[in-house]
């Protein structure tokens, strides 16, 4: 860009098309688009994918890496096809060698792709676990929600996969044991008064402890806020 002074604000002509740039250009705009356009279309088809739902970390490298090769050269003037073309095939190629080094190595795969974390075991939130993910708790119980969970207690396990996606597998209706409630009507509202023979399960970490007058704060995760277990089947 020029010096301030020299710019004229809201010019129309460089707002539309550039200063230095015939009307022209458009055409080839055009034809610039429908190269990139196959191309992008022809590598995605041979890199073997069949579409994309959730993208892992290493997925959407390689997108975040074909993004601007792909998008530059159909409106910038000054970017050629071949260079870009150059980067969609060391891109994929790296892809490709990548996906035969994580199918052979293990310690390849982990790395590349993480490996799914276990959240939730017979009820609980598997604490130690959970400070490692970026994952919050609101999160998790959306999530949770979203599988028509209302209490951990119907959950027997819960898996973060590396996709992001969240494997839940239920406890049977009449095995459901107490558990802390996730709907935000309960879960904000934390108990004040307890009562003795009721379970009551730590909001922070779903431990379970019978009621008693001072609840103090839980062994497990140190916190100090407990809410009245629920023991419901999971309505479907
Ligand atoms: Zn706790």
Known sequence: MESGES???FDV???????????AFLAEVILRTA????IVLIVLRLSGKRGIKQLSVFELAIIISLGSAAGDPMFYEDVALLPAIL??????SLYKLITYLTGHFEKVEEFVEGKPVKLI????????NFLNESLAYD????????????????VKFAYLETSGDLSVFY??????????????????????EFVMKKTYSCTHCGALRPGIQEMGSCKTC?????????????LR
């Open 7 to 9: 710019l004229d604000l």
């Open 13 to 23: 002509r460089r707002l539309l098309i550039g200063e230095d740039i015939p009307y």
């Open 35 to 38: 190269v990139m356009f196959f």
């Open 87 to 92: 980067v969609f095939i060391v891109v994929i």
């Open 121 to 128: 075991e017979n009820g609980k939130i598997i604490y130690k």
């Open 139 to 154: 999160e998790l119980f959306s999530q949770l929600r979203q599988q028509s969970v209302s209490h951990l207690g119907q």
């Open 171 to 192: 406890f049977p209706d009449d095995k459901v044991i107490p558990g802390l409630p996730i709907l935000p009507s309960i879960y904000n509202f934390p108990c004040k």
């Open 222 to 234: 140190e916190g100090n806020e407990w809410l009245l277990a629920s023991d419901e089947p999971r």
